[in-house]
């Protein structure tokens, strides 16, 4: 019974490290009802998820490769000004 009462009494940051795997379906079905049943009564948990669910969705539909492109550019120039401000060039 302990542990079925440590699972009903799920914490916040449980609940969103174990977002994937719920969203996957990729966990025991106990833990599972637990975190849905979490959703439903955290609204800071569930605009969480509805925010992490949003964000796979978006990326999905992006096209392949563009993205990462972006993304390595757009680092490399913050890293380059980070690097040169540290080194005190303005």
């Known amino acids: 019974m302990g542990a079925m009462l440590r699972l009903r009494m799920i914490s916040c940051g449980d609940t969103v490290a174990m977002l994937s795997g719920y969203v996957d379906e990729d ?3 106990k833990v599972y009802d637990v975190i849905k049943k979490h959703l439903e009564g955290c ?4 605009a969480v998820f509805d925010s992490f669910t949003k964000t796979i969705t978006i990326y999905r ?8 492109e972006e993304v390595h550019i757009r680092l490399t120039e913050y890293l380059k000004k980070e690097i040169t401000s540290e080194e005190g060039n303005p």
Do not use: K
């Open 43 to 46: 609204d800071n948990c569930r």
């Open 27 to 29: 966990l025991d079905p």
């Open 61 to 68: 539909q992006l096209p392949e490769g563009e993205v990462l």
